[in-house]
């Protein structure tokens, strides 16, 4: 018998077995011979993570699961071991010297015994114990969860909780009530809300479902349901994710649920492309660049960008007092190639779109006659605005028999003079920028042009804080004022302000550098060395434009 106990002491493997992570999944135990599994625990409240890592036992080259008890032994010794349903388990019997026999136990010396949830197992087809006191389980099922352990010599061996894991169905997405394929692509307008829901059917413990929109992880937004099931022994599994309001920035990019599960070697991704329909975006570029004077018999090209989704081919229209007629362009091309005073005008970019019908805002060309200039300014890239050398500086009313009148006559042409070309105003105060503008034939528009991140004003209209008001009678009858007002001036408010007028026939602007400062004092600045030589011929048309301005900043 001593030579027995030696022989089989040498035969038996010792192997540790490391302590099961916390993890929050119900966990499912049942006796064998009732085979109806019992809910013994409860916590779903938030997504937990099992990583195959993560599973209490020592895989094999064979593929086995050799499971061996740990020093404690006795009663009160218990670990837990996951294995996934159908795997073939190992158990080994292994009892430390310093376990006492059980009082009363009828177990003979060497005899091995194993018990399950406090019944002896006998052994069958699929359970069998060898010679050596090990455990052979060929393929595992629901019912094996629980607890073992074994007797040797009537000696108790440590205990074991196994948790039997099924594997979960492949997870899939659903929008709407529908299953989603595979790699599938959604399509949704630009500001509408949608959700997905990523579906995990089967599997037991619950799975975690996390998800990714763009490479972000949005897990925290979203919600998860699992339902156990118990005629069927596993869970089913509901994730909820929701885009209040996608965008264009969403175009293109891929949300994904990742399922993960003690019994999957890998988390599995269920990705879903989103493409994002959106109104058309219009950017213009223009070569020679914004600002640079455009003269008879050179060229001049215009840009038009579209961005879309569903895509659209832009046209170019030029706007007349007939309406908006059509141009011969190259796709996004405008090409005028020998400008002539025929391609003065306003002209837009166009596009038919799903959406409907849409057009960008409107630039301006000014080609310029023999002798005439035009100055370089800085401006936003949106907008031409064209300067004029002779408007800048010059007196801050014009009398009757300046070269305004005869400029007016003759060439039936259209001039626009800063009545300041450079303001300096007190941040928070209320600061008016004014021009005279006088025109034969009369004007058909006029128009203030803020910098870039402001919207341009016609006069009457009013945007927040800027109000154009309504032209007023000028020093002539050919001759009007365009008065705009900023309420609370701010350094934002800074930059080049342009005022374009035109009639039927031609345009003009004039350019009036805003400049805004803390200091307690708001100056407005001509041309100094004009100012200079025209001081005593200046002060009574200065006395008259300084009683407009207080008249045009109470006109509503």
Not at 75 to 84: D, I, R, S, T, W
Not at 87 to 99: A, D, G, S, T, Y
Not at 207 to 220: K, M, N, R
Not at 367 to 385: A, D, K, Y
Request: charge should be negative; aromatic fraction near 6%; glycine fraction near 10%.
């Amino acid at each position: 018998m001593g030579v027995t106990r030696w022989l089989l002491g040498l035969l038996l493997c010792h192997c540790g077995v490391t302590q099961a992570t916390d993890m929050r999944y119900l966990r499912h135990s049942g006796r064998r011979d009732s085979g109806e599994p019992v809910a013994v625990g409860v916590s779903l409240a938030v997504n937990t993570t099992t990583h195959p890592q993560d599973l209490v036992l020592a895989e094999e080259e064979d593929g086995e699961a050799s499971l061996a008890g740990g020093g404690g032994g006795g009663e009160g010794a218990e670990e837990e071991v996951l294995v996934v349903r159908g795997q073939k388990v190992l158990l080994e019997c292994e009892v430390p010297p310093h376990v006492q026999p059980i009082p009363g136990d009828d177990s003979v010396e060497g005899e091995v015994r194993w018990f399950h949830d406090d019944t002896q197992v006998l052994g069958d087809l699929r359970v069998s114990i060898m010679w050596t006191g090990r455990l052979v389980m060929s393929h595992v099922v629901t019912g094996d969860s629980g607890l073992w352990w074994c007797h040797r010599s009537g000696r108790p061996g440590p205990r074991r909780r196994l948790l039997v894991t099924i594997p979960p169905e492949r997870p899939y997405l659903m929008y709407g009530g529908a299953q989603l394929a595979l790699d599938a692509r959604l399509t949704t307008r630009e500001g509408n809300s949608i959700t997905l829901h990523c579906v995990v059917e089967g599997g037991n413990p619950a799975p975690s479902i996390t998800w990714l929109l763009a490479d972000e992880d949005v897990t925290p937004s979203t919600q998860i349901r699992s339902e156990w099931r118990a005629g069927e022994g596993v869970f089913y599994s509901v994730s909820n994710m929701t885009v209040s309001s996608v965008n264009k920035k969403n175009h293109n990019t891929t949300v994904a649920c990742v399922v993960r599960h003690p019994s999957l070697p890998v988390p599995i991704p269920v990705p879903l492309r989103l493409n994002i329909e959106y109104a058309p975006d219009f950017r213009l570029r223009r070569w020679p660049a914004w600002g640079s004077p455009v003269r008879e018999g050179s060229s001049v090209s215009l840009l038009c960008h579209v961005d879309a989704n569903p895509s659209s081919s832009p046209t170019w229209v030029k706007e007349g007092e007939g309406g908006s007629t059509e141009v011969v362009s190259s796709g996004e091309w405008l090409n005028l190639t020998r400008a002539s005073s025929d391609d003065r005008g306003w002209y837009k970019c166009a596009t038919s779109h799903a959406f409907g019908h849409f057009a960008s805002h409107s630039v301006f060309i000014n080609v310029l006659g023999e002798g005439r200039s035009s100055g370089v300014s800085s401006h936003t890239p949106q907008l031409l605005r064209k300067t004029s050398g002779e408007g800048d500086g010059r007196q801050l009313c014009l009398p009757h028999n300046s070269s305004l009148d005869a400029d007016a006559t003759s060439t039936g042409g259209v001039l626009v003079v800063a009545v300041n070309s450079t303001v300096l105003s007190m941040g928070g105060r209320t600061t008016a920028l004014a021009a005279q503008v006088c025109s034969r034939p009369p004007l058909t528009s006029v128009i203030w042009l803020p910098p870039q991140h402001l919207p341009p004003l016609r006069p009457g209209h009013t945007a927040d804080r800027f109000h154009a008001h309504n032209l007023t009678t000028g020093e002539a009858a050919w001759c009007q004022y365009t008065v705009l007002t900023i309420v609370g001036v701010r350094a934002s408010d800074e930059g080049g302000w342009v005022v374009v007028a035109a009639n039927e026939k031609s345009a003009d602007a004039a350019l009036i550098h805003l400049n805004v400062t803390a200091a307690a004092h708001s100056v407005a600045a001509g041309n100094a060395a004009e100012g200079h030589h025209h001081h005593h011929h200046l002060t009574h048309s200065f006395s008259l434009c300084c009683v407009l301005l207080c008249t045009f900043t109470l006109l509503p």
